[in-house]
């Protein structure tokens, strides 16, 4: 198993105090005061994650820099984005996110790191089934909270967030027999219609169920495109390499989420 810690190397935040300008300082923020809403995102540069790795684990760290007590309540939300980020982003201006892919995290805590789970997304990345523009934090509530978290920018090194990424190099079993597939394919045909001058996100989801308990997942993401006057008709067909093979008792479940962008 080998392990790379990546350090934030853009980050930025925007509000509805500012709608058109973007924060860009030692902190990021993420709430409600009240009155006006934060948002804030961030991007990574995983070129130093092999292109074959299996990713085992991969956490994002944030590390807090006031409100250090618990509260279970409040929830914050991490969504991968769909377009990049800049200086001129702002809240009038701002990328699509997309909201299906989500991991919730609690922001308040009496220790001075928040930690999040984003397996689910950094193996998007990595298994190119989804190009990494960066990730969102947002608050979806309109309760009073917000939290502040050290930036790519921060002139404090010790605060700034990074993913601790651990993972193996997949490793491709030889069989006596070159003819046995250490593989089952499924395959997954999407039909539909995308509005005309839309942009619809999917994301096929095969869960299978091993006999043990363990669930492994299998994504294939896709974006269409219909610039034309005329609804589109949407038929394709994907093919998902399920590794192990499945074996007598696994059970699979199936789930396409989609979401159009604004």
Request: proline fraction near 5%.
């Amino acid at each position: 198993m080998a392990s790379v810690i990546i350090p934030a190397t853009k980050s930025l935040t925007i509000t509805t105090k500012y709608p058109s300008k973007s924060l860009n300082g030692d902190t990021i923020a993420v709430g409600c005061d009240g009155t006006y809403k934060y948002y804030s995102y961030l991007f990574f540069d995983i070129s130093s994650i092999p292109c074959d790795a299996l990713i085992l684990s991969a956490e994002l760290v944030l590390f807090k820099t006031d409100d250090f007590y618990c509260d279970c309540d409040k929830i914050f939300s991490i969504s991968p984005l769909c377009d990049y980020f800049s200086s001129y982003t702002s809240y009038k201006n701002q990328p699509d996110v997309i909201f299906y892919i989500k991991k919730n995290f609690y922001p308040l805590t009496s220790k001075v790191a928040v930690t999040v789970n984003i397996n689910p997304i950094i193996s998007l990345w990595v298994e190119n089934k989804l190009i990494n523009k960066g990730i969102a934090l947002y608050y979806e509530k309109n309760k009073k909270v917000v939290a502040n978290f050290g930036s790519s920018k921060s002139k404090d090194e010790y605060t700034i967030p990074f993913i601790n990424v651990n993972y193996e190099k997949k490793k491709v079993k030889c069989e006596e027999d070159p003819n046995k597939n250490n593989a089952t394919i499924r395959e997954v045909r999407v039909i539909g219609t995308v509005g005309a001058h839309s942009t619809y996100d999917s994301v096929v989801n095969l869960q299978v169920t091993r006999q043990n308990g363990n669930k492994d997942n299998y994504y294939v993401a896709d974006e269409y495109v219909n610039p034309s006057d005329s609804p589109k008709h949407i038929d394709k067909t994907y093919n998902i390499a399920v590794i192990p093979k499945e074996s007598n008792g696994d059970q699979e479940e199936m789930t396409l989420y989609g979401a159009y962008r604004d």
